[in-house]
């Protein structure tokens, strides 16, 4: 702004309020009206600077309060941090001591559960080994018996068809004497038959030749009659 030179606010207001001093000239109306106006936009814009004075300082107050407590906050969450940190280390050993402990304790358990298992197989294998040889032998035995049975079955059996075999030759040797002896007494039979008829012939030749009258049959029939078989 251009202004002209005024006095300070409290020398306008004292000639403003007062009478002037004798050999000083009186302000108009107008030029105090002025002076009232500047001195009272004065007043406002120093109470606005002070208040604007006072707010930067209650700002940078407030904006230093919240840095101190920005990092305040930031080094009690760091301590936080470290101490968590540290409680976490201060477990992961105890937890891999516990662990390790654990593992040693579970690791004399197996040694300790192995070797009884150890021993147990042990004897069980040994009873498994003995029942098998007593099975072995049983098993031995048993076949020779079977063996034994079977031999004495195919013996018996053997031994059964020479029997057979034996009756049936009897039987057969009997049945050939029966029809070979058939057959002489029909042979016999037939050549007796034979004879007789023949000497029929001959009987009734000689009678045919003493008396010749008609032609004798049994003379025809025995010249063509042959001992023939009989077939059963």
């Given at each position: 702004r251009n202004r002209l030179a005024r006095p300070a606010p409290d020398t306008a207001c004292t000639l403003i309020g007062s009478v002037a001093p004798p050999g000083v000239a009186m302000p108009e109306d107008g030029e105090i009206t002025?002076?009232?106006?500047?001195?009272?936009?004065?007043?406002?814009?120093?109470?606005?600077?002070?208040?604007?004075?006072?707010?930067?300082?209650?700002?940078r107050d407030e904006l230093n309060r919240l840095r101190q407590e920005y990092e305040e906050g930031i080094r009690k969450r760091q301590e936080k941090k470290l101490g968590h940190l540290q409680r976490q280390s201060q477990m992961r050993a105890q937890k891999e001591s516990e662990v390790?402990?654990?593992?040693?304790?579970?690791?004399?358990?197996?040694?300790?559960?192995?070797?009884l298992w150890?021993?147990?197989?042990?004897?069980?294998?040994?009873q498994l080994l003995s029942e098998h040889s007593a099975q072995e032998r049983r098993v031995e035995s048993a076949l020779q018996v079977a063996r034994q049975a079977k031999a004495d079955r195919e013996q018996a059996e053997r031994d059964?068809?020479?029997?057979?075999?034996?009756?049936?030759?009897?039987?057969?040797?009997?049945?050939d004497e029966n029809i070979a002896e058939k057959d002489l007494k029909r042979e016999?039979?037939?050549?007796?038959?034979?004879?007789?008829?023949?000497?029929?012939?001959?009987?009734?030749?000689?009678?045919?030749?003493q008396n010749p009258y008609p032609v004798p049959l049994k003379q025809v029939l025995c010249g063509r009659t042959r001992p023939v078989p009989k077939v059963t």
């Open positions: 002025r002076l009232r106006r500047e001195a009272a936009i004065r007043q406002k814009e120093d109470e606005f600077l002070r208040k604007q004075r006072e707010d930067e300082e209650r700002k390790q402990r654990m593992n040693r304790r579970r690791e004399e358990k197996i040694k300790q559960r192995d070797g150890l021993k147990k197989a042990n004897v069980d294998i040994q059964t068809k020479r029997e057979a075999h034996e009756r049936q030759h009897n039987i057969d040797s009997r049945r016999i039979r037939e050549a007796l038959r034979t004879d007789d008829i023949k000497a029929d012939a001959e009987a009734e030749l000689l009678s045919f030749i």
